[in-house]
Each structure stands twice: as structure tokens, then as C-alpha cells.
């Protein structure tokens, strides 16, 4: 017998396979996400980089010399005098840590050991702990950067393990106080970017559930809704959110905010991101009223679903592609926005850093004199880079989510 010849089989393509297809065969598209993988991953490994501490003035150690450096001024050369040995000081108080250790273990197997003994032990080995992260974050808190968080100080720890005390030097030249510009660079990569994308997060979460309930809802809720997003269009936001700012950086209300643990990049998070979600309504609102009437929806409505879960559970979903698509033109916007107000001395706060205060800072020391160049350039090389990827790579997605450019 003959065998019967088998059918070639076909394996079904989604939306999104289909749509990262697509988007590969765009190079611009392809070349800004690697770009932006690289900047995020430069940004959060920045602990870990050999880059001096963003805030170490090294003007008393150039008073010989000139204290605003060029760029690649003795780059990869170290001298030891140019800031405290570390080595000894962390290896002792890690040895304090284990000795505390051992009394506690010690301690605790005791049998005639009170508790309030076991709790003075327990005290120590904290306090010791505390010794040994104050040692290691010591060149950034001298220098009077904020405190680390737990997995900056662990990144720390590995850096000073790996490259001692060896470190890239002015690279990117220094600053008016001697301050690496690159290590600042880096460090304000990290606030940048989390401010651009924890405010886009904020408008996003606004935007979306604004738009879907009022385009699922209809009839006068949805004319309500949509006038009340006019009406905040028409409000000059930018001089609101600076007035805002403004009113918040007052010293009474800055301390009273500090005690609730809310700084202004807090609130700045908070109040761009009740900017930019006007849009983002909109287009939501509009592609829910296009499919609150398919057939899924009525299936749904059939079985008894409630109206939220209709909403958030079938219709948001089916709209990622186009949030995707908005949420990566939102982010430049966002960055902008910051370094804008940054600029104008009203965004990040010293001693964080951010690229739009380095641009503000490198402004301060131009002069008809001298043209300290590179104080401007690389920070807006940063700003620049990272913004032309996002919108490249925004176009790109949205040609590749985009039924009418299949097979293009």
C-alpha cells in the first residue's frame, strides 16, 4: 500500500507574533530598541559601573589646576589620594558584624540567657550591620548623595569587590565643582527615566480607565465625561504645574510633606501624570465605543458578566497594541517635560541629578570668556538619544499593529 501523502499544516499567527515580525524588518525600529535596552540597563547597573560618586567635589584636590576639566583629562588613570581608602574600613566593620553574629548565636543557645540579654545582642548585630552599610555607601553620603536603596548598596558592595578602588575619571570632563560629569550622567539617567515612566504609568492608569468607562458607558455619561476633557484642555497646564510646584517647594509645606515621607519628584510623578492622560482618554474612549457592540461583548453580556469586568477583562485588553503604541510616545513627552522644569530649577532637586539639571548646570558656566562645551553637549546627547529611540521606536509599533500595513 501506498502511503497517503501528508497535508502540510498550518499554525495560526496572533496579533502580537504578527506584529514583532513586522517590527523587525524595520532597522530604525530595531536600532532604537536596542538603544533604549542599553540605556535602561547602563541606567539600573549604574551602582555597579567604576564611576566616581555623582556629588564628590574634588575642587580642594585641583587647586593647582583647573577645577572645570575637558573631556578624557587623565580618563583611565587613578590616583590614590583622590578619596579615602576603603578596603580597611569595610573589612573591619564586616569583622565587627561577624563577631556580633557569634555573640548572638552564642546567645541564643545559651540556657541561662534572659531575654533582654538576647534583645542587647540582637541590638548590636544591627547596629553593627548599619556600620558596615554606612561604610560601604560612605563616598556618595560624604558627598551628600541620597541614601541608597537595599539593592543599590548590594550593587555597591560587588563594584568596590570587583574593581577595588579603581575608577573611570572624567571621561566626560568634570563640572564647575569637579564633579565627574559622566557619573552624573549615568546617575541621571536612572532619575530620569524613572520619572518618565512611573508619570506616563500614572497618566496611563488614568487615561485608559477614563476613556473605557465613558466610551462603554455612552449616552449622556459619555458627552459629560468627554466635555469635562475639553473643558481641561483648555487649561494652560504648564503654568499650572509650575504654579503647583511652586507652592509645594515653599519651605512650610516642603517640611510638612517630608514628614509623610513626599518629596517634590513624588509629586511630579503624580502631577504630570494628571496631564498627559487627556489624550490617552480620548483615544481609548474611541476604540471602546468601536467594539462595544462586537459579538464577544454581547456573549458576555449574555452570560450575565458585570459591566466592570466587561470593560476591564474583554474591551482593555483588546486595546494594548494602540496603549503600547501611545505609552511609548508618552514617555519623550514626559522626559522632556521633567528636564524642562528641571532646567528652570523647579524639577529634581540637588543632591539627585537628572539631565535637564545638567543642562541647567552646564548653562550657568557659559560664558562669552569661555564655552565650557561639553557641559552641554553630553547631557543633551543623553536627552537627545534616548528621546529620538522612543519616538522611532513608537512609529515603528504602530505601523506594525496596524492591519492596513500587513504584508508591507
Known amino acids: 500500500m501506498t502511503p497517503t501523502p501528508t497535508q502540510p499544516t498550518e499554525t495560526g499567527v496572533s496579533l502580537t507574533q504578527d506584529a514583532w515580525r513586522r517590527l523587525k524588518k524595520s532597522w530604525a525600529a530595531m536600532a532604537s530598541l536596542g538603544t533604549l535596552v542599553a540605556v535602561v540597563l547602563l541606567a539600573f547597573f549604574t551602582p555597579l559601573l567604576p564611576l566616581a560618586p555623582p556629588d564628590r567635589d574634588e575642587t580642594p584636590l585641583m587647586l593647582t589646576g583647573p577645577v572645570v576639566w575637558p573631556p578624557l583629562v587623565e580618563a583611565f588613570k587613578f590616583d590614590a589620594a583622590q578619596i579615602e581608602t576603603l578596603a580597611e574600613p569595610i573589612a573591619e ?29 540582637a541590638r548590636q548585630v544591627l547596629l553593627a550591620r548599619a556600620a558596615v552599610d554606612s561604610q ?34 572624567s571621561v566626560c570632563g568634570r563640572d564647575k565643582l569637579g564633579r565627574d560629569l559622566l557619573s552624573r550622567i549615568f546617575w541621571g539617567a536612572r532619575v530620569s527615566l524613572i520619572v518618565g515612566f512611573v508619570a506616563t504609568l500614572v497618566s496611563l492608569v488614568i487615561g485608559v480607565t477614563y476613556g473605557a468607562v465613558s466610551g462603554y458607558a455612552g449616552g449622556w455619561v459619555d458627552d459629560l465625561m468627554m466635555r469635562i476633557v475639553d473643558v481641561l484642555y483648555s487649561i494652560p497646564f504648564v503654568f499650572l504645574v509650575i504654579f503647583i510646584i511652586s507652592i509645594l517647594s515653599e519651605e512650610s509645606v516642603k517640611e510638612r ?24 482618554a480620548r483615544v481609548v474612549r474611541g476604540q471602546v465605543v468601536s467594539l462595544r457592540n462586537e459579538q464577544y461583548v454581547e456573549a458576555a453580556r449574555s452570560l450575565g458578566v458585570s459591566q466592570t469586568a ?17 505609552l511609548t510616545l ?9 528636564a524642562f522644569l528641571s532646567f528652570l530649577g523647579l524639577g529634581v532637586e540637588p543632591p539627585d541629578v537628572s539631565w535637564g539639571l545638567l543642562a541647567n548646570e552646564g548653562i550657568q ?30 512609529d515603528g509599533l504602530r505601523d506594525a499593529f496596524d492591519p492596513r500595513m500587513k504584508g508591507r
Open 136 to 169: 560601604v555607601q560612605r563616598p556618595y553620603a560624604s558627598a551628600g548623595f541620597p541614601k541608597l536603596g537595599p539593592l543599590a548598596r548590594l550593587m555597591v558592595r560587588a563594584r568596590y569587590a570587583i574593581f577595588g578602588e579603581w575608577e573611570l575619571n
Open 365 to 394: 558656566v557659559i560664558t562669552p570668556v569661555k564655552i565650557y562645551w561639553w557641559l552641554i553637549v553630553f547631557p543633551s546627547v543623553a536627552i537627545g538619544a534616548t528621546l529620538f529611540a522612543l519616538n522611532f521606536l513608537g
Open 257 to 280: 510633606l517630608a514628614g509623610y515621607g513626599i518629596d517634590r519628584i513624588t509629586i511630579f510623578y503624580f502631577v504630570v501624570g494628571a496631564i498627559y492622560w487627556l489624550t490617552m
Open 310 to 326: 466587561i470593560v476591564f477583562r474583554h474591551l482593555v485588553p483588546n486595546l494594548l497594541s494602540i496603549v503600547l503604541v501611545y
Open 330 to 338: 508618552t514617555i519623550p513627552r514626559v522626559i522632556l517635560f521633567e
Open 93 to 121: 566593620a564586616r569583622s565587627k558584624l561577624r563577631e556580633a553574629l557569634g555573640e548572638y548565636a552564642a546567645t541564643r543557645r545559651s540556657s541561662d540567657a534572659t531575654e533582654e540579654a538576647i534583645e542587647e545582642k
